[in-house]
């Protein structure tokens, strides 16, 4: 089973040394999907990749994951992907948790991080708000919805093509997923968190809650 990591980013010249060699301790199947940078990302990533796409301009997550998946799927014949943030706050320690489960035929794998003590208020909130609201609406709670560290089988992609361009990405994922009933488990993972992230804010939460709303009565 052939499983690619795709890395989008915009502007983590900061992070993203550090978490492209994380990355390629595990393994060498990585692909890096630069969002319109204006900054060293894509000289960076040049550096220790031979899979990496460009936007010229800033089209959001969404679409460069999508990008990303097209690429491993159609032209790399990927069986599976696993998508990780370019930030340096997953670890890459638990990437063979997630190809164990993909190999056990697990469709969709929701990373799910620890939170503590330490993890930022706003972070914690928004997180909550997010599986609440889901859960409210769909009748199905699945923890830590923002969350960018997931999986998916080639089958599932077909399945779950989104349309979101931005960060509601991760929401309509978790949307699908209860639509389609699409099997998929739950694994902890760590998150390593920066002093400047300030996690999401109160436009962040109130456009999510607008696009779930959106997507319940099919707009």
């Known amino acids: 089973m052939r499983i690619f990591v795709i890395i989008p980013g915009y502007n983590e010249e900061k992070y993203l040394e550090e978490t492209l060699k994380g990355v390629l301790k595990v393994t060498k ?14 000289s960076i990533a040049k550096k ?5 796409l460009i936007h010229e301009t800033n089209l959001g ?25 370019s930030d340096n706050q997953h670890n890459p320690s638990d990437l063979p948790r997630f190809f164990a489960e993909l190999k056990k035929g697990i469709s969709i794998v929701f990373g ?3 939170f503590s003590s330490t993890t930022p208020l706003m972070r914690f909130v928004g997180n909550k708000f997010a599986s609440v609201f889901m859960s409210f609406l769909y009748g199905r709670y699945i923890p830590d919805i923002p969350s960018g560290f997931k999986a998916m089988s080639k089958s599932a992609y077909k ?8 960060y509601e990405v991760e929401m309509e994922i978790a949307v699908r997923v209860i639509q389609k009933k699409i099997k998929y488990t739950e694994i902890e993972i ?3 968190y920066h002093d400047n992230d300030k996690g999401m804010t109160a436009i962040d939460a109130l456009h999510i809650a607008k696009c779930l709303l959106q997507w319940r009565v099919g707009l």
Do not use: P
């Open 29 to 42: 199947d990585v692909i890096y999907v630069d969002d319109g940078s204006s900054d060293a990302s894509v």
């Open 48 to 52: 220790y990749l031979q899979h990496m």
């Open 61 to 85: 997550k969404g679409a460069a994951l999508k990008t990303g998946c097209e690429y491993a799927f159609s032209h790399l014949k990927a069986d599976a992907v696993v998508f990780m943030d």
């Open 112 to 114: 799910v991080r620890k």
């Open 159 to 166: 399945e779950l093509i989104w349309n979101s361009a931005g």
């Open 190 to 192: 760590e998150a390593i």
